[in-house]
């Protein structure tokens, strides 16, 4: 019997690397407007031998036990906060991730949630949809933002997403700062605490661990300037979102450029409420080509462990 392998959304079949086909019956959700819901996948789980999962499913011990043949989940994202690698490994079940395929994609949200929320744009964008530019008249003083050249970015994680924020921030003639889980002999480094007393925008792309859980909580929150900017594109439970709402509420922070919630895709009621807060519905990597290149990796990946090889270096996390 040829192997089968379940995909959790309807993509197309050309972001699939074509010898998969030649090697295994590839399955597709019914329903090709969303992500397949968790317990169909469970349900749905013994009949297959691979995972390619676009809907940061959790891979559980649940799953994992419905899924007897199961050798390999790849997921098409950098995180892995979804997957029980105790689990998965204790089967000898392979998982991988899309490290690099969306650095790119992900940097360009961050800057484009930077000058949104510095220059006023999405709450611009309303004011004249709603038609109130029309009824109020030109106010200059109202729309005066933040001008990015000259300010200090904190990055906190400089890996590749970090860095490559740091590049086009640099273009904006920013000054750059970062903190990584190690300490580093660059003159840039600072400790967290330090890092967010000096800089007038803080943008996280940290991964999610048990350290970095609320690693932005109330008194973290309280270090930063005045008037700063908080952006997150790193994972929601990053950030304490109470205390951020709290921040935001007595005017302590400029504003907040969010693309990741704590218990998305729910959001703090307080967030919504906030004109200065710029929200997207976790779309970082979000590009074409991102998107196509993360595919073909996972679908590569999945290639390779049915038959019996290694995945791509750099990509197994199981």
């Known amino acids: 019997m040829r192997p089968r392998v379940l995909v959790t959304l309807r993509i197309p079949e050309a972001h699939i690397v074509p010898e998969l086909f030649d090697v295994a019956e590839v399955v597709f959700p019914i329903d090709p407007a969303k992500a397949m819901p968790y317990d169909d996948v469970v349900a749905a789980a013994h009949d297959f031998d691979a995972i390619i ?4 499913l959790t891979v559980n011990e649940a799953l994992i036990a419905a899924a007897p043949r199961l050798k390999i989940v790849a997921n098409v994202a950098i995180g892995t906060d979804n997957l029980d690698k105790a689990a998965l490994a204790a089967r000898g ?3 991988t991730n899309a490290p690099d395929a969306f650095t ?18 999405a709450e611009g964008d309303r004011y004249v949809r709603t ?6 008249g030109f106010h200059p003083v109202r729309w005066e933002g933040m001008l990015l050249s000259g300010k200090v970015l904190g990055i906190v994680g400089f890996g590749a997403i970090g860095q490559a924020v740091a590049r086009r921030a640099e273009a904006f003639g920013m000054r750059i700062l970062f903190n990584r889980s190690q300490p580093d002999p660059d003159p840039r480094y600072r400790d967290i605490d330090r890092l967010l007393t000096e800089a007038d925008v803080v943008s996280l ?16 929150l309280a270090l930063m300037k005045p008037g700063a900017i908080l952006i997150n594109l790193a994972r929601g439970k990053v950030v304490d979102e109470a205390a951020l709402v709290a921040a935001l509420q007595l005017g302590h922070l400029w504003g907040a450029g969010l ?10 009621p307080g967030l919504l409420e906030l004109p200065n807060v710029v929200l997207c519905p976790h779309v970082g990597g979000s590009a074409v080509e991102a998107r196509r290149a993360a595919r073909m990796l996972a679908s590569e990946n999945v290639l390779r462990v049915l038959r019996g090889e290694q995945p791509v270096a750099g990509s197994a996390v199981v």
Do not use: C, M, Y
């Not at 790119?104 to 744009?121: P, Q, V, Y």
């Open 53 to 56: 999962n676009q809907g940061e």
């Open 93 to 95: 079940i392979r998982a």
């Open 104 to 121: 790119e994609s992900t940097a360009d949200i961050a800057l484009g949630l930077l000058l949104a929320t510095a220059r006023k744009i």
């Open 131 to 136: 038609g109130q530019w029309e009824r109020d």
């Open 205 to 220: 792309h940290t991964p999610l661990t048990e350290s970095t859980r609320h690693l932005i909580n109330s008194e973290r």
């Open 259 to 268: 693309d990741v919630f704590e218990n998305e895709p729910a959001v703090h």
